[in-house]
């Protein structure tokens, strides 16, 4: 008796030789014309529709579609490579054409295929829109302000956020119930099958680390060369408790990186030629905006203007300018102010006047690992004045009452590894080296790690490392493992417009290839005063 060996990998079938699931495994691709997106303006690629079921448990549960894309002329190949953008709501059409044109040897032997999560917001396929509940003026973000919580502004925003996602689920349940990542791997499953490929390699950037780990547990006969670029625990998948590991490094990114580098520019940040003169400009601005002398301008938008610095590519197109605006709306003069007003609206989306929200990335860390942050109220409030660039993203527990068990296979995690190439920055905000060190120690050999030593961006992947690139390619285009781990060094960070002169050393040093010990997260000490 004939086995699916390309359906049965350690026992988990994708249902390709399932009559209830031909229509998805013989449906053919329309390529047509690509809309303009967050990186890039869709020009130089083609997307489709691909149609998948809304719960591949279940395909009588309807159908619903997800967006991919591929290069306009795609060079000649042999392999196949899928790529998921992260966020997790990017469009990764718009960033595997950006990795196209970033890195066009990624193309050497490759079909690069963009491919979208479900339910995405910046993206083609399938979208839903909920309304937020009708607000009551004691949460905290209601005066702009939710770096300043009380234990009463926490339970209102709590109960506010219930309320929401709770009619939300009521519209929307049979989707939402399905976007999550086991969902999201047989989708990807399904594009490899629907191009005509017996196998893929992989390339997940930021949260799709997690997605591009998972899939090759789930089926490591479909996928082969695999790069996880920007980890999150892949490990153990848990999204919330990634957000609490996030929140101290990236905070001590903002003082030890960041302000240094504003700083160094203040021809285009006008803030200071000093750390702490960038930080005493800050507190008047936050003080500014506090006491409404800017405008409609919130203490909101003033840190998520500073905080959008996890990718060079930010630092010209919003960073600086936002923060320009700003410290010169500090005169108080009406056209600054107005300034301002403008280009903080295009930096930070206000709650307060927001109406709607796709629940697209809160329906995932619902559904894959659940309610795990272990903190009460008064733990929440403290983090959030040690931790205030993003600390506050945290209050709100959005899956305290969400309706279903975590679909994350922890059996799965335990008996399988992963097998793949890591790449990381050292002092990365956004995905912890902590984490990513973790993911390397726990899963052996199987996996290498090519680290940026003093690093201090997010996604390698927007960077011209030559240490990096060429690990990198001769693994996803040769299928060259590296023998050991490699450690690369950090060119200054830059952007367009700025280059630094230095790179930055606030961790353990590395000597030659051992990977360095994490950095000290509690080393934040830079009060944010309100």
Not at 215 to 233: I, Q, W, Y
Request: aromatic share 10%.
């Amino acid at each position: 008796m004939a086995c699916p060996v390309f359906a049965g990998a350690h026992g988990i079938d994708d249902h390709s030789t399932d009559p209830a699931y031909a229509k998805y495994y013989q449906q053919p691709v329309n390529w047509g014309g690509c809309p303009p997106s967050l990186f890039t303006d869709g020009t130089t690629i083609q997307c489709a529709l691909v149609t998948v079921p809304v719960d591949w448990a279940d395909p009588g549960q309807g159908d619903i579609a997800i967006g991919i894309s591929r290069p306009l002329d795609p060079p000649p190949h042999s392999r196949l490579l899928l790529v998921n953008a992260g966020g997790p709501d990017n469009s990764s059409a718009s960033m595997a054409e950006m990795l196209e044109q970033l890195h066009p040897e990624v193309q050497t032997g490759h079909l690069v295929v963009g491919v979208d999560l479900r339910g995405i917001t910046d993206g083609t396929g399938t979208q839903v829109s909920c309304d937020y509940a009708p607000r009551s003026g004691a949460e905290n973000f209601m005066d702009g302000d939710s770096r300043n919580p009380t234990v009463a502004g926490v339970r209102a925003q709590q109960d506010w956020w219930n309320r929401s996602m709770s009619a939300c689920l009521q519209q929307h349940a049979t989707l939402l119930k399905g976007i999550n990542t086991p969902n999201h791997v047989r989708d990807l499953n399904l594009v490899r099958a629907i191009l005509g490929f017996r196998r893929a390699d992989l390339f997940g950037v930021s949260s799709g680390s997690s997605l591009m780990a998972y899939a090759t547990r789930m089926f490591p006969g479909m996928f082969e060369r695999v790069v996880l670029d920007s980890n999150m625990n892949w490990e153990h998948l848990d999204w919330q408790r990634q957000s609490l590991k996030r929140m101290a490094m990236d905070q001590l990114s903002v003082q030890q990186a960041f302000m240094p580098f504003i700083a160094r520019h203040d021809d285009q940040f006008h803030m200071g030629t000093t750390p702490q003169q960038v930080l005493t400009t800050f507190q008047r601005i936050y003080r500014a905006a506090s006491e409404h002398r800017m405008g409609s301008v919130t203490p909101d938008q003033a840190l998520g203007a500073l905080d959008g610095t996890g990718m060079w590519v930010f630092w010209d197109l919003l960073v600086s300018p936002s923060l320009s605006a700003m410290s010169q709306a500090l005169d108080g003069d009406p056209a600054h102010i107005a300034y301002a007003e403008q280009i903080a609206a295009m930096t930070f989306a206000d709650l307060r006047t927001r109406s709607s929200f796709n629940p697209m990335a809160f329906a995932l860390q619902c559904n894959d690992s659940g309610s795990s942050d272990p903190r009460g109220i008064a733990q929440k409030i403290a983090d959030v004045r040690r931790y205030w660039a993003i600390g506050a993203s945290t209050l709100v527990d959005y899956c305290q009452n969400w309706p279903w068990r975590p679909v994350v296979d922890r059996a799965l995690e335990r008996r399988t590894v992963v097998h793949g190439l890591m790449l990381q920055n050292e002092f990365d905000p956004s995905t912890p080296y902590s984490e990513a060190f973790e993911d390397r120690l726990t899963n052996g050999r199987d996996v290498r790690m090519v680290l940026v030593n003093n690093g201090a961006t997010h996604g390698i992947m927007f960077d011209d490392n030559t240490c990096t690139n060429d690990t990198e390619f001769a693994y996803l285009n040769f299928g060259v493992m590296p023998a050991r781990d490699v450690v690369c060094q950090a060119d200054p960070m830059h952007s367009f417009a700025m280059h630094d002169s230095v790179t930055y050393e606030y961790g353990f040093p590395a000597t030659g290839w051992w990977l360095p010990l994490p950095p000290i997260v509690q080393q934040v000490s830079w009060p944010l005063v309100p």
